[in-house]
């Protein structure tokens, strides 16, 4: 039985050392944040019936766009009036930056600026997932 053992663990180091790294394609998303945030523009005081389509239309003129997303509230799965645009280089995205701020779009005045990064991942109030743990007392 060892020697079945041994040679089943020698199999599965052989199979893990012969993987290759080397070619494995990194996620869209990855590429865009190893890029920088500098090529991802927030775009607020969007009118409720500004569409994803009609943004990046509006944004392609200044340059090739990525991604056009905008944030919509999930309880009534309507428009909350901001997005994000993403640009191929950092230079059309300041051209965008420079071109569209305080521009009408579907009349309203939109406000563009660089995204930040989002630092609080689900502080807050805790949700809760059932009873508490029982505690014991100290002695």
């Known amino acids: 039985m060892a020697a079945a053992l041994r040679r089943i663990a020698g199999e599965k180091s052989f199979m893990l050392s012969s993987i290759s790294t080397k070619h494995v394609a990194a996620p869209s998303s990855l590429f865009i944040w190893q890029r920088g945030i500098t090529t991802k523009l927030f775009v607020g005081g969007l009118s409720f019936y500004t569409t994803e389509n009609g943004l990046s ?72 997932r059932g009873p508490p743990e029982p505690t014991t007392p100290e002695s």
């Open 57 to 128: 239309e509006a944004f392609s003129q200044h340059g090739q766009v990525v991604e056009a997303k905008i944030v919509m509230d999930r309880a009534s799965d309507k428009s909350k009036g901001f997005g994000f645009v993403t640009y191929a280089s950092e230079d059309e995205a300041q051209k965008a930056l420079d071109e569209m701020n305080e521009k009408t779009l579907n009349g309203r005045v939109i406000y563009v600026g660089y995204a930040k990064l989002k630092t609080n991942f689900g502080g807050g109030i805790p949700i809760a």
